[in-house]
């Protein structure tokens, strides 16, 4: 169903209520999740995370030559300062040559704002933008204090656009209005679907040859939708692999040009690779442009990688193609692996993540490393969740716990289950590091994760980082952490809290 | 009337509130506020502040009330009760800070009624004081603010006899100034050196202990004209303490002057204070005048452009034009004032700059600093005897960079943002620090030798 008309889209919450707060056993996790009773635990104790504010405009500050607007008190978009040279990087790691990084304003709403509304600030701040930066794009993202408040940023973009050359993309992406970060991805998908796919000029009438070209070059094009935790060398190896199907790609949305965007239409499949992302825009484009999608998994590990390419080539029908390539690149990889196993065998790690990403690395990590995975994290759970924990199932022994963050469950867990390993995202590796862990993190803007040579790379960080644990070990042993020792006499999900107040 | 802001080079009062905390010992915070707003304060107060770590109990460790519409529509104070309760189970801090964010402001969870009842009943858990620091009250020097005057109020005991040569020092905000924790460490040993105790609240040689006893100083000495100011007049009006407002010294200059204003203003042992200074004075000129050779074979003056909050703008210009014999052609000051306002702390470059009003501007937007600059010095038309921005230097934040790049100048990332630089327990105030900036300024000219 179309959520395209609304000004707001369905949060999270509401549209496929998730789970944040769970600890125990996989198989009641699936089946509980099943029963919709999951979404609705919180914690009598919690931790800060970030809101849907931050990975919102990460996702639009990522497009190149686009500005970004934090309508709202100063601090909210303040993130962005530490920022300041990566996303330059990124964006030219992309082609994007005359790159000038993440560019933003704060509508730096005061006192007075909030009791007379913030619109006016928003109508000089989009002007202004759009007079010194000349973006193609100017996204805004709302904040609490406006919504609170009552600005209404849809009728501030409505009535100036057309004195504006930038497109003005709303995001409504304020911090309490979901307990689910991820819900970010939905809301600015909702404004790119609404504002970034229609050209404004017609298109050029083709000759017959040129519709004829088009529309072959177009049934072996996917749409390869990356995720701000990607690398471009994460995008390179899978281009690598799609086409050595024969696959054109073009990727979105993260890095990519506002202008185009309109040729998101010009595919024959979407390719999602990671549903915690994806689901909301594949279903529309399905929905809107009739493009199919494929959704499933993350390329992460050779079963994942398997399945993930085999889901693609049964679209495209070559499957016997598809099942060949992957023979020759597991041949290839294993025979790289193979030096490097005897150092992993028996090792005892750790995975904390999003959702799909943990269950996928998890499987990397015992199927092609012969690692042990004694404890899976997963920022929340959904139906998505499913398939990637599929070799899971049934093992009691391995915890696992859905949170946000809240490395007070986490330093617990690792404690009693003293991991050799742990993989996490960031911000929480320095809890496990603190107690004395090594530490890879889970994903980088500048490592390959993804695809074949992903798990290789992987590998060989994991090898480095074994073969001298100094740091970590001394670190261990000159920290002291914040948790009363009863804490860790009690269970890890204590605080864990099924009835009231979600929180 | 406050404006927009492009690349605001600070965070609200929450993050100011946090970072302070944060430097204070073994004391923790409870965030007030929507779940997001510690995620979102730590990459201001982390990554962009010279790679400040999370510490005791801070980055994702934060307790939070983590305030959703749920309490937007039915109040917050049930959730924040139970988070209190929770938090003093397993959290081991002596003391607690609830520090409130925009919505629990908005939405007027009484906050202080909730701080009361947990004191009055708090038999063995750890004291509990609240820091306003809504995000439309201000920005982060606002929340550094709120915490010293939450501190000083509701922490620290009144102490009617005050110790003879005791003193306060504060006016260097926990990551918003990067180099705090050096800087703080530094002036104390200065202090110290003039024989006198000294309590600066944030560094690794403070203790809550003596932080709860800091009103039995004789005198308060707050190094920035705006930082911490409002602070000390609460800490006037509470304790009966006098303060005294100074620059941030930087170099043997501005030390020797702020050295000899305490002991004046204290009425300390002559002798005592000019041996200590002629000592300083002596190690400085050792390592200082060690860059003659390069500085004249490699002429390394230059004409710079600072671009810094006022307390840095200050402190920085003095030391470029009276030690390093530079030429500041523009001084832009990024702290927001009011668009109808005359610009204040104009007159604390008299006698450092010939036209401050010609040179110093207030501009909080990254890229409008060039046209200041271009105003001033108008861009060179590459003719015969045209003369270009040049030998030039920016001594800015990270921010900045880009512009120096375009303008072929030198850079050094100085004030927040620091996301380019790991700082630890660097220093750039008083002797030592200078000694540390005229390493790394310098080593940026030869960076390519």
Not at chain 2, 275 to 304: G, M, P, V
Request: overall charge negative; proline content about 5%; glycine content about 8%.
């Amino acid at each position: 169903m179309s959520y395209l008309h609304l000004k707001v889209p369905p949060t999270r919450d509401v549209r496929l209520r998730p789970c944040n707060a769970f600890g125990g056993k996989l198989d009641d996790l699936v089946e509980g999740q099943k029963t919709g009773c999951l979404c609705t635990s919180g914690r009598t104790f919690a931790q800060t995370t970030g809101c849907q504010l931050t990975l919102s405009m990460g996702m639009a500050a990522s497009i190149p030559n686009s500005v970004v607007i934090y309508h709202g008190p100063v601090g909210c978009g303040a993130a962005s300062l530490a920022l300041a040279g990566v996303s330059k990087q990124s964006q030219q790691a992309r082609g994007n040559d005359d790159a000038v990084g993440r560019v933003w304003f704060s509508t730096n709403l005061s006192e007075v704002d909030v009791v007379a509304g913030g619109e006016q600030k928003l109508e000089d701040a989009i002007f202004e933008a759009d007079r010194r930066f000349k973006p193609h794009a100017i996204f805004i993202g709302n904040t609490c204090v406006p919504a609170i408040i009552g600005d209404d940023i849809d009728s501030v973009a409505e009535r100036i656009q057309d004195r504006v050359n930038a497109r003005i993309i709303p995001l409504h992406c304020e911090g309490f209005k979901t307990r689910f970060v991820a819900t970010a991805y939905d809301i600015v998908y909702h404004g790119i679907l609404r504002h970034l796919l229609d050209d404004k000029k017609p298109a050029p009438a083709l000759t017959e040859a040129e519709q004829l070209a088009y529309d072959e070059k177009k049934k072996r094009t996917v749409n390869l939708l990356n995720v701000g935790s990607m690398s471009h060398v994460d995008e390179i190896e899978l281009v690598r692999i799609l086409n050595a199907l024969g696959l054109e790609v073009n990727v979105y949305p993260c890095f990519t040009a506002a202008e185009k965007f309109v040729k998101v239409k010009d595919a024959a499949l979407s390719v999602s690779i990671c549903a915690t992302h994806d689901d909301y825009f594949v279903e529309h484009l399905q929905e809107h442009y009739g493009i199919p999608y494929v959704l499933n998994t993350i390329p992460i590990g050779t079963d994942n990688v398997r399945l993930w390419l085999l889901d693609i080539a049964d679209f495209f029908n070559i499957r016997e193609q598809a099942l060949e390539l992957i023979k020759k690149e597991e041949t290839e990889l294993r025979a790289a692996l193979a030096p490097l196993l005897p150092l992993f065998k028996d090792k005892r790690a750790f995975v904390s993540t999003g959702e799909i990403r943990a269950g996928a690395q998890a499987c990397m990590l015992e199927n092609d490393l012969g690692m042990q995975v004694i404890g899976i994290r997963a920022h929340h759970y959904d139906h998505f969740g499913e398939i990637v924990f599929e070799s899971f199932k049934g093992r009691d022994e391995i915890p696992i716990n859905v949170a946000a963050n809240q490395p007070y469950e986490q330093v617990n867990l690792l404690r009693r289950l003293k991991p050799d390993l742990f993989l996490g995202h960031g911000n929480s590796n320095v809890w496990a590091a603190k107690q004395g862990v090594p530490v890879l993190p889970i994903y980088g803007p500048q490592n390959n994760y993804l695809g074949y040579k992903g798990i290789f790379e992987v590998a060989i960080r994991l090898e480095r980082i074994l073969k001298n644990s100094n740091y970590y070990n001394t670190l261990g042993d000159t920290t002291t952490l914040p948790y009363k020792e009863e804490w860790y006499d009690l269970d890890p999900f204590t605080y864990i809290r099924q009835t009231g107040e979600a929180a | 009337m406050s404006s927009f802001i492009e690349k605001p080079r600070f965070a609200c009062p929450l993050g100011g509130a946090l970072a302070t905390v944060g430097a204070l010992p073994r004391v923790v915070p409870i965030l007030h506020s929507s779940q997001g707003c510690g995620g979102n304060s730590n990459g201001a107060i982390m990554g962009a502040a010279g790679h400040l770590g999370s510490g005791y109990c801070g980055g994702a460790s934060v307790p939070a009330s983590g305030i959703s519409e749920q309490q937007i529509v039915f109040g917050g104070i049930t959730r924040l009760e139970e988070q209190l309760q929770s938090t003093t189970e397993i959290i081991d801090a002596d003391l607690f800070v609830v520090i409130t964010g925009c919505t629990a402001e908005i939405i007027g969870d009484d906050v202080p009624a909730v701080v009361r009842a947990y004191n009055a009943d708090r038999n063995s858990r750890a004291p509990l004081i609240h820091a306003t620091a809504a995000g439309f009250k201000g920005n982060s020097y606002f929340g550094y603010d709120s915490v010293l005057q939450s501190l000083f109020r509701d922490y620290v005991v009144p102490a009617e006899k005050k110790k003879k040569h005791h003193v306060n020092l504060w006016g260097a905000p926990p990551a918003f100034d990067v180099f705090w924790e050096g800087n703080l460490l530094e002036l104390r040993r200065i202090l110290e050196g003039i024989g006198l105790t000294v309590n600066s609240f944030f560094t690794n040689r403070d203790s809550l202990p003596v932080i709860r006893n800091s009103a039995e100083a004789e005198l308060n000495i707050v190094v920035s004209p705006v930082n911490g100011v409002p602070a000390a007049e609460v800490f006037k009006e509470v304790h009966g303490v006098d303060h005294f407002i100074t620059d941030l010294p930087i170099g043997a200059k501005a030390t020797e002057t702020f050295v000899r204003e305490v002991a004046q203003r204290l009425d300390l042992c002559k002798k005592q204070v000019e041996t200590f200074l002629e000592a300083e004075n002596k190690r400085y000129y050792h390592f200082f005048n060690r860059i003659s050779d390069s500085y004249c074979d490699l002429d390394l003056q230059r004409y710079t452009v600072i671009v810094a909050d006022t307390t840095y703008a200050v402190a920085l210009t003095r030391f470029a034009v009276k030690e390093l014999g530079w030429l500041p052609t523009l001084v832009a000051i990024t702290d927001p004032i009011e668009d109808d306002k005359k610009p204040p702390f104009l007159d604390l470059f008299e006698g450092i700059l010939d036209n401050p009003k010609a040179t110093v501007v207030y501009e909080t937007d990254a890229s409008q600093v060039s046209k200041h600059l271009f105003k001033r010095w108008p861009q060179s038309d590459g003719g015969k005897y045209s003369r270009p921005f040049s030998p030039s230097f920016v001594i800015g934040s990270r921010l900045d960079k880009d512009f120096a790049d375009s303008i072929k100048a030198g850079h050094l990332s100085v004030a927040y943002p620091i996301s380019n630089r790991f700082v630890l327990n660097r220093a750039y105030a008083g002797y030592t620090g200078a000694l540390h900036l005229v390493e790394d300024i310098f080593s940026v000219l030869v960076a390519n030798r």
